[in-house]
């Protein structure tokens, strides 16, 4: 058996996975983000441990005391800084937070050079060009800088250690050559001792401290380096060579593609990241809010859970053309505006407006999000697998296949893919199998193709982003 755990940002999901790749068993613990400024996204790394443990300890006893092997994924970007005695010094800033954006030109042209990608907001190090500058005694204090789920390899292990494909997401990793980058370390003021040991996603960082395999009913087992939570979700559809991509409907909305080789577009926001296997890499966009705004837009509208939102969403029969234009810009966005301060808008009310129809707009608005990430690929993919928490509506499915006009593919476990694919990882760290063997699509549930074409209603929806653009800020 092997353990997976996910630190996602709504909360932490833990699976065991047999020897045939089957998901035994599965259990989440949800988790708050808390907003106490415009602009900023923090979590509390103390409330990721307790959710972690609240997680792993629900799973079946007899699997837990058989697991061989332990694999971590989590949300991506976020810094948990620590002082010389490992204590956190702040609230952990979120890969959503957009306060650092004023941070990122004088940062730009040396991350394109350093590491292929833009300087955005929600990546680590303008975070710590914030920290610099607003919280100086915090940054003085700072001896170590951990991404989320490093933070619980920490509290699990004892060992500070990353990976190649969340490191791509501080700005620090020089991703060619997959080492730190001395030169993007020194532009945030920082140096390589700020930072964790890196190992690849199939290698083993550590062992479980006795006392946390005893709290947890675990033996103690190796823990594997894991991935960012995408290139967890990779591992977990059997995304790994070039031509095969997912869409994860998550908190945020990504669109994945494995590449070639490390192939850096940062034009439109396209991140060129480390893949969590050795001399791999990818491509992705990330829109800020995707299956976040479904929980949005139920409590606006007074829904008691998605699911009914959902329900009310799919009965109502509103002409297309009369319902309001959304876009999903709650938190910013990243691809392909690179715009923390754009905002949430719906356009087009009328006194006909009502729940369901707001409902409907916000799944069709999200849709042209990720339209707009999809458009900003180099090359369109064949057809797209589809992972996270959204992947259990049908309804949205068939929505999003008419917007992206790509086939969706939705495979058995998806709703927790990237957790699955930490747990294939803690296997390929501590078995011979073979890559091919243990990262396969795992079989086919149903397959959504596109009907009706939607390409007029899109138009509108991409006029209005350059529109209203020059007035977001003033908000
Ligand atoms: N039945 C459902 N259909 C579609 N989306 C859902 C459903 N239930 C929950 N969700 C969405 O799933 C999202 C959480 O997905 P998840 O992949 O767990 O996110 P994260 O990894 O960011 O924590 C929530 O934002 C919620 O809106
Ligand atoms: O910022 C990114 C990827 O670059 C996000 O995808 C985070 O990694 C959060 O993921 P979810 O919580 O939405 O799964």
């Known amino acids: 058996m092997w353990l997976g755990i996910d630190l996602g940002t709504s909360g932490v999901k833990s699976v065991i996975v047999d020897e045939d790749g089957a998901v035994l068993s599965q259990s989440t613990a949800a988790l708050s983000v808390q907003r106490p400024n415009p602009l900023w996204s923090e979590q509390a790394p103390a409330a990721w441990w307790e959710a972690t443990k609240a997680s792993i300890i629900c799973l079946p006893e007899k699997q837990r005391a058989s697991v061989k092997g332990i694999g971590l994924s989590g949300q991506m970007h976020g810094a948990v800084l620590l002082d010389k005695t490992d204590v956190v010094l702040r609230p952990a800033i979120l890969w959503n937070d957009g306060r650092s954006a004023p941070y990122c030109a004088a940062l730009d042209p040396m991350a394109r050079k350093f590491t292929g990608n833009l300087a955005m907001a929600g990546f680590t190090a303008p975070k710590l060009s914030w920290v610099r500058e607003n919280e100086p005694e915090i940054f003085s204090a700072t001896r170590k800088v951990l991404l989320p789920k490093d933070y619980l390899r920490l509290l699990l292990t004892g060992e500070k250690a990353s990976e190649m494909s969340d490191a791509s997401g501080t700005l620090w990793l020089d991703v060619a050559e997959r080492r730190w980058s001395p030169e993007m370390l020194a532009a945030t003021g920082m140096d390589e001792r700020y930072m964790p040991a890196l190992v690849e996603g199939a290698e083993v960082s550590g ?33 790994t060579d070039p031509g095969q991509a997912f869409l994860s409907l998550g908190t945020s909305g990504v669109v994945f593609a494995a590449s070639g080789g490390f192939e850096p577009a940062p034009e439109n926001g396209v991140h060129a990241f480390c893949h969590a296997l050795p001399d791999r890499w990818h491509a992705m966009t990330v829109m ?38 959304f876009l999903p810009y709650l938190s910013g966005e990243r691809t392909p505006h690179n715009n923390p301060s754009a905002k949430g808008v719906f356009f087009g009310m009328s006194q006909e407006t009502g729940p369901a129809e707001l409902v409907r707009s916000t799944l069709e608005g999200v849709g042209f999000g990720l339209r707009d990430g999809l458009d900003a690929m180099a090359s369109k993919p064949d057809q797209l697998s589809v992972i996270g928490g959204g992947a259990q509506s049908e309804h949205w499915a068939q929505i999003l296949a008419d917007i992206l006009v790509v086939p969706l593919i939705y495979r058995d476990g998806a709703s927790v893919g990237p957790a699955n694919g930490a747990a294939r990882l803690a296997r390929l760290a501590v078995t011979a199998d073979s890559v091919a063997d243990v990262c396969t699509q795992p079989p086919e549930q149903s397959r959504f193709c596109p009907k009706s074409n939607q390409d007029d209603r899109f138009a509108k929806f991409r006029s209005l982003y350059p529109a209203l653009k020059s007035s977001f800020g003033e908000f």
């Open 207 to 239: 062992k479980l401290r006795r006392a946390v395999a005893d709290e947890l009913g675990l033996p103690v087992v190796p823990v594997a380096g894991g991935a960012g939570d995408q290139a967890a979700g990779a591992i977990g559809a059997g995304v």
């Open 288 to 325: 800020l809010s995707a299956a976040a705004c479904l929980d949005w837009v139920t409590r606006l509208t007074g829904f008691t859970d998605v699911p009914s939102a959902l329900e009310a969403a799919a009965y109502n029969d509103t002409p297309a053309s009369k319902l309001p234009l």
